[in-house]
């Protein structure tokens, strides 16, 4: 699922962008503090303003190289990588099978590890009680089939990031094993973003990520940041652990909400007279023979169990073992002001994609401005990277600045004046043609190479104009809270007047549109979400933002511009790429040309 619209992966080999050693390809790892390092600098290194150093060698900047064709074919792989987990995970949301549910499998659990016959693997969940449910059964199957390639990738990821989920997990008293969840919810991809548009490995949503202490704004999404969101999700499932004293109620409330769960077990302890015996594992089970859930809640359990049968023991399963990696350390530094990570590479004599790997809660490439940061390292860079920063003048810690068009200004001509090439210029700025440039028109100009290049023009883009399909319950001041706006720009962007009500497949503009209001647009008949209604504060309703159960209509098109990727098309167009990718009759792989015109899904 890809949420950048660009890829720093593959970048590793990029010797334009930053000099030094290479990182060995792979899914990015899971930090973990190189002794005092993770709360602070290593060795007390703290970057400052303070005046230049003469002592200190700071590295030079790379030399321009006029070709970023490589840096876009990165971005390629990286959106083909995120496609095909998009679609599985869709897939895994929207999976069903025939049959009803086993009634014999609702012992109480008796917790502590247990073992299933046959096999020395031990769980801290109950695996052994429910192992033989006929959905648990049935995701076993759909993981060995229609999801092999990419639960093989995921046991992978997995591989980097267990240790350190595990350690914070039982920090909370919680089962260790509470880890597959993030199997299920993302694949373990820290990019992941779902159709209701929860984020990262763990998947929250912005409220109850800033509930649990994350930052999200334009410039941070700590829910990208596997440390930080995984220290969220181990409070909050303790949190819920202890409203519900049962592991899988907590694992359905993470999936559905406290409220709905709690709702449910009420309304069946209204002909229970032992309403104790709901709050346990078995008690999950009386509710998944209701009709109490939605189907994606009730069936939360089952692909847990079964994700952890073969996480456990993937050979049984035909699956190649993931080799065991230890969580890798790292150092890092404190920035106090905005700073580009590509120049953080340099100094670091590491690479972008190195740095990116460490740091994917910054969403622009760079710091944000007027804050005091804290930027991860690999491990025993943090003191001379330290020492290189401070040396550095202020004024050369992003590595792009602006430039006012003025009169009978062409592209050539600026960019001869920056002593940049015609074709870095027009990367880092989309939407600008080569020739004369509109006087007034402020354009970005790269000024470290081809990988700043990149940097300036993600700096540059302008955000995604985005909808947001109304759900029933749905109020305006609730969608404006999702989204950061207010309701009364919600009403001018959407021509609504002060009293106009929503209606469930209403479609809302949630962003401006080139500065002017935008006309709302509706279908003729509600559109059927997977969601409807609860309080569901995690909200993984898969679909719930603009899936429409019949056939879409395609009611506008766009000319592609070069430069521009299918994921960057479907951001702004506010559409999922597979959805996009359908309209069109290409794949989440199909890499698309300039002068293209794609059909955009309604």
Not at 50 to 67: K, N
Not at 101 to 123: H, I, Q, V
Not at 450 to 477: D, F, I, K, N, W
Request: charged fraction near 25%.
């Amino acid at each position: 699922m890809l949420r950048y619209s660009l890829s720093m992966l593959a970048l590793a080999g990029l010797a334009a962008g930053c000099a030094g050693r290479p990182r060995a390809a792979g899914p990015a790892p899971a930090p973990a503090p190189s002794g005092a390092a993770a709360a602070a600098p290593a060795g007390g290194a703290s970057a400052s303003s303070a005046a230049p150093r003469q002592d200190v060698l700071i590295p030079p900047a790379p030399v321009i190289d006029s070709s970023i064709d490589y840096v876009f074919a990165a971005e390629h792989s990286q959106e083909a990588d995120s496609a095909a987990d998009e679609a599985v995970l869709q897939k895994l949301a929207d999976a069903r099978a025939p049959g009803a549910a086993d009634d014999d499998a609702t012992d109480e659990s008796t917790g502590g590890e247990k073992a299933l016959t046959g096999t020395a693997a031990t769980w801290d969940i109950d695996v052994a009680t429910y192992n033989s449910h006929d959905r648990v059964q049935y995701f076993l199957d759909f993981f060995q089939t229609h999801a092999r390639d990419r639960m093989s990738i995921w046991l992978e990821r997995m591989s980097h990031y267990e240790p350190m989920v595990r350690q914070r997990l039982q920090q909370e008293g919680l089962p260790g094993d509470l880890v597959y969840l993030a199997l299920i919810e993302s694949g373990f991809s820290n990019n992941a973003v779902s159709t209701a548009r929860a984020v990262g490995m763990w998947q929250f949503m912005k409220g109850t990520g800033r509930l649990y202490g994350l930052r999200v704004d334009r410039w941070v999404d700590e829910r990208r940041d596997p440390v930080k969101a995984t220290d969220a999700a181990a409070r909050y499932l303790s949190d819920l652990y202890k409203k519900f004293n049962s592991v899988y109620l907590a694992a359905a409330a993470y999936n559905a909400g406290g409220g709905r769960i709690g709702r449910s077990l009420d309304r069946i302890d209204d002909d229970d007279e032992d309403s104790d015996s709901l709050y346990t594992d078995a008690g999950f089970f009386r509710l998944y023979d209701t009709k109490l859930l939605h189907k994606e809640t009730r069936d939360y359990v089952p692909k847990l169990i079964a994700a952890a049968l073969i996480a456990k023991e993937p050979a049984k399963y035909g699956f190649a073992p993931p080799a065991a990696a230890e969580p890798e350390a790292y150092d890092s530094i404190v920035v106090p002001d905005m700073t580009g990570l590509d120049v953080v590479a340099r100094l670091a004599d590491t690479t972008l994609a190195a740095i990116r790997d460490l740091n994917p809660q910054y969403l622009r490439l760079a710091t944000p401005p007027a804050t005091r940061s804290v930027v991860r390292l690999p491990a025993g860079r943090g003191a001379p990277t330290a020492a290189a920063y401070a040396a550095m003048p202020a004024s050369e810690r992003v590595t792009f600045r602006t430039h006012v068009a003025g009169r009978s200004e062409t592209t050539t001509s600026i960019a001869r004046n920056y002593h940049v090439s015609d074709r870095t210029l027009l990367a880092a700025n989309p939407g600008l043609r080569s020739g004369r440039v509109r006087a007034g028109r402020h354009i970005v100009i790269p000024t470290g190479g081809a990988a700043s290049a990149v940097v300036a023009r993600q700096m540059a883009e302008p955000p995604p104009t985005l909808y947001h399909r109304v759900r029933r319950g749905e109020t305006l001041a609730a969608i404006a809270d999702r989204y950061d706006v207010t309701s009364a720009q919600l009403r001018r962007w959407n021509r609504l007047s002060r009293h106009a009500r929503l209606r469930t497949g209403m479609r809302l503009r949630v962003t401006p549109q080139g500065g002017s209001g935008a006309v709302l647009a509706t279908r003729s008949k509600p559109v059927r979400t997977l969601a409807s209604g609860g309080d569901s504060s995690h909200a993984h309703a898969k679909g719930a933002d603009g899936g429409d159960g019949g056939k879409i209509a395609h009611t506008r098109t766009h000319v592609v511009r070069r430069g521009e990727t299918l994921t960057a098309v479907a951001r702004h167009y506010g559409v999922s790429v597979s959805a996009l990718a359908e309209a069109n009759g290409l794949t989440g792989h199909s890499k698309i040309r300039a002068g293209v015109a794609l059909r955009i899904p309604a």
